[in-house]
């Protein structure tokens, strides 16, 4: 896996409950494990399955290498449809965070605004 540019901390606890940002059709989300979330609400087709997914914002603060320290105002995942990282769904609701981008260029396509 690419490395970040970023000291990325571990923001998010197993359990959280998390607003999708993409129109993948999950509306929220629960972490079940480091790398999977677990549809709860969203369409019926969705609800109960496990899908990988990506944390594209967080809201505890991370410090970039540049100096600089990041936050958002809410916690937001992208679900993937496959291991090489390709969304599920077209399009991205609000913004992205830059590592994303870095790792991640097939959901940053998609994504509205990078920062």
Do not use: C, H
Not at 85 to 103: F, H, L, Y
């Amino acid at each position: 896996m690419k490395a970040i540019s970023a000291r990325a901390t571990a923001g998010l606890n197993l359990g959280a409950k998390v607003v999708s940002a993409d129109n993948s059709g999950a509306e929220i989300v629960r972490i079940v494990s480091v790398k999977r979330g677990k549809g709860k609400k969203g369409v019926p087709d969705m609800k109960g399955k496990v899908f990988d997914a990506i944390v594209i914002r967080q809201k505890k603060p991370y410090r970039r290498l540049n100096g600089e320290r990041i936050m958002f105002e809410d916690n937001a995942v992208a679900i993937l449809k496959d291991e090489k990282g390709n969304p599920k769904g077209t399009k991205i609701k609000g913004p992205i965070a830059r590592e994303v981008q870095e790792r991640w260029g097939s959901v940053a396509k998609i994504a509205s605004i990078v920062y």
